[in-house]
């Protein structure tokens, strides 16, 4: 799906993803960075928001025992009380659109959102730093890609020339995820393809989009470890696999050329990968098998819950269970929740949900099942 020409609005992470519309006023690729305004939103703190606790949240974390989430407006919620009750944050020092959240421990978190943002927190949430920008990541991109020119290496001329686009086009390319495996090592990915890492907390940041296959510059939606594998997925079936000894990413060839939006890994390499329209394929060593909710509601959300089941969320705000393998998925029997975006559970076992109308908490006990 090229959104070249689209424009990103209405911001939801992943059921609005499933058109691509990115959200609120701080985004759109309709044409180039309008660098008089978005330096606006990059140096502007977030305020404090009347309707904060009702405002669109797109990631959910939990850092020890409180819960974080982030939305529009660079709008942070901290819960206490395992989701019972929320407070704004107000140490976010930007107001652009937040679409996900990480902690590696209860006090070191980052988020990352519209504008090429990457914040960093060393207090649980409380306060939060600037670690990078857009015309931060178009800089290191531009420069790996000329650095790689110079060594005479293999499609760098158009390394080179996309990197040039970006540097161009300013900071108008949202990063839509990121992970943390511990308090050095993390990732981040987002919209054509943009990718970086690091190996020191953030102090400093290098160019990931040299090591993955990803020809066209493909949106780049989900990141997170399999075992010692690194797993990106995203639009037109792209599936990248980085393996603990491979120095670059790998791709792996899949059925579907709709979008995924995430994945669950499984037991031995097995992965649940999800999409667009209802899309779910379950990989193993037999190769792939769809997976049939009897529904074509784009996928939004996926979680192993502490059992090894499997939680997915779909863009109507509906929950389905699966077992352990990634099958024999049930919808469970609650009321819709409008737009869930991402989900975590909470250290009581309740489920907390970040939707379009701000954090929602579910007892655990809608996790039962007959059958179990």
Do not use: C
Not at 126 to 155: N, V
Not at 193 to 213: C, F, M, R, Y
Not at 328 to 351: C, E, H, Q, Y
């Amino acid at each position: 799906m090229k959104i070249k020409n689209a424009k990103f609005n209405q911001v939801l992470k992943a059921s609005v993803l499933s058109t691509l519309l990115i959200s609120t006023a701080d985004f759109s690729l309709a044409q180039p960075a309008d660098r008089k305004s978005l330096p606006d939103l990059l140096e502007l703190p977030a305020q404090q928001a009347a309707r904060a606790l009702q405002s669109i949240q797109l990631g959910i974390a939990l850092a020890g025992e409180r819960l974080i989430s982030v939305g529009e407006q660079g709008i942070v919620l901290l819960s206490d009380d395992n989701g019972r009750s929320w407070r704004q944050s107000t140490g976010v020092p930007v107001s652009v659109t937040l679409t996900d959240v990480e902690f590696a421990s209860s006090m070191d978190g980052w988020a990352a959102g519209h504008s090429g943002v990457i914040l960093h927190t060393a207090d649980g949430g409380e306060t939060w730093t600037l670690q990078m920008d857009g015309y931060k990541a178009a800089d290191l991109i531009h420069q790996e890609a000329r650095r790689r020119l110079d060594a005479g290496m293999p499609d760098a001329e158009d390394a080179v020339r996309n990197a040039e686009y970006l540097v161009k086009e300013g900071a108008d390319k949202p990063f839509l995820d990121l992970f943390f495996a511990d308090q050095n090592r993390g990732w981040a990915v987002g919209a054509y393809g943009i990718a970086l890492h690091t190996l020191d907390g953030g102090q400093s940041w290098q160019s990931s989009v040299e090591l993955i296959p990803n020809t066209g510059g493909r949106h780049l939606y989900s990141v997170q470890m399999e075992g010692s594998r690194r797993i990106i997925a995203g639009e037109q079936g792209s599936l990248f696999r980085h393996g603990a000894e491979a120095s670059t990413y790998s791709r792996v060839e899949t059925p579907y050329e709709g979008t995924f939006f995430g994945f669950v890994p499984l037991y031995n390499d097995e992965l649940l990968v999800f999409g667009l329209r209802g899309n779910v394929w379950r990989s193993s060593n037999e190769g792939w098998e769809a997976i049939d909710l009897g529904s074509e509601a784009t996928l939004t959300a996926g979680l192993k819950l502490k059992d090894d089941r499997i939680l997915l969320a779909d863009e109507g705000g509906h929950l389905m269970l699966g077992n352990d393998r990634g099958l024999d998925f049930k919808k469970l029997d609650i009321n819709p929740v409008p737009s869930i975006t991402d989900m975590t559970l909470a250290r009581d076992g309740a489920l907390i949900l970040a939707t379009a109308r701000g954090p929602v908490r579910l007892e655990d006990s809608i996790f039962a099942l007959e059958d179990k």
